[in-house]
Nanobody
Framework: QVQLVESGGGLVQAGGSLRLSCAAS????????MTWHRQAPGKERELVAR???????YYRDSVKGRFTILKDDAKNTLYLQMNRVKPEDTARYFC???????WGQGTQVTVSS
């Protein structure tokens, strides 16, 4: 089973940028979809972005125009480029290939105002 490890989180000021990485232990080129989720303290985990096998993408409304999901099959890595971040983006971010990989430990993103 392919394992995923998230990294790249940290403390960033509002308006700044951050790039999250999700490194896979095996090939991801044939995954039907991969997603980024996030969970803030006291809140349920929510879908942030999804990228499909054909390269098409989905974003939740609150991040459209600010976040970009990218997949590098050659490096077996999924990315989330986060621009113009806001304090409400503060959360632990997780990547997953639904139905194919388990949840990882995630990476913490904290946005200061």
């Amino acid at each position: 089973q392919v394992q995923l490890v998230e990294s790249g989180g940290g403390l960033v000021q509002a308006g700044g940028s951050l790039r999250l990485s999700c490194a896979a232990s095996g090939s991801i080129w044939n995954f039907n979809a991969m997603t980024w989720h996030r969970q803030a303290p006291g809140k349920e985990r929510e879908l942030v972005a999804r990228i499909y096998y054909d390269g098409s993408t989905y974003y939740r409304d609150s991040v459209k125009g600010r976040f970009t999901i990218l997949k590098d099959d050659a490096k077996n890595t999924l990315y989330l480029q986060m621009n113009r971040v806001k304090p409400e983006d503060t959360a632990r971010y997780f990547c997953i290939a639904p139905g194919l990989t388990p949840w990882g430990q995630g990476t913490q993103v904290t946005v200061s105002s």
